[in-house]
């Protein structure tokens, strides 16, 4: 992964070194890619512990599909919380603003 220029949620699970590194960090030009890569070529032990920690941190405990729910249910209903509530009929008719959900799936 390049160096990270913004933050995002999963940035303080992010470890770069150590018994517990989950990625590897190269530049943002990748002008040390072929280095890192050679570097765990040759060192299959340090790769696969990479690879293992990654999936354990995020795959097995993080970005599992229940955690993804709870974060989307909670996105969205904080926007509600300062969301407007849209019209459902047009201005003085009762003709449906727009069309429904499923139509439009």
């Not at 990479?50 to 996105?75: E, G, M």
């Amino acid at each position: 992964m390049s160096n990270r220029t913004w933050v995002e949620p999963q940035h303080g699970l992010l470890v770069s070194s150590g018994p517990h590194q989950n990625f590897v960090e190269i530049q943002d030009d990748f002008s040390d890619l072929e280095e890192k890569v050679l570097e765990l070529t040759a060192d299959q032990e340090k790769a696969k512990r990479i690879a293992k920690n990654s999936v354990d941190t995020f795959r097995d405990r993080h970005l599992t599909p229940a955690a993804q729910v709870c974060y989307w249910r909670k996105l969205i209903r904080s926007w509600a919380t300062v969301s407007f509530v849209p019209e459902k009929y047009e201005p003085g008719t009762r003709k449906q603003r727009g069309i429904s959900f499923e139509t439009f799936a």
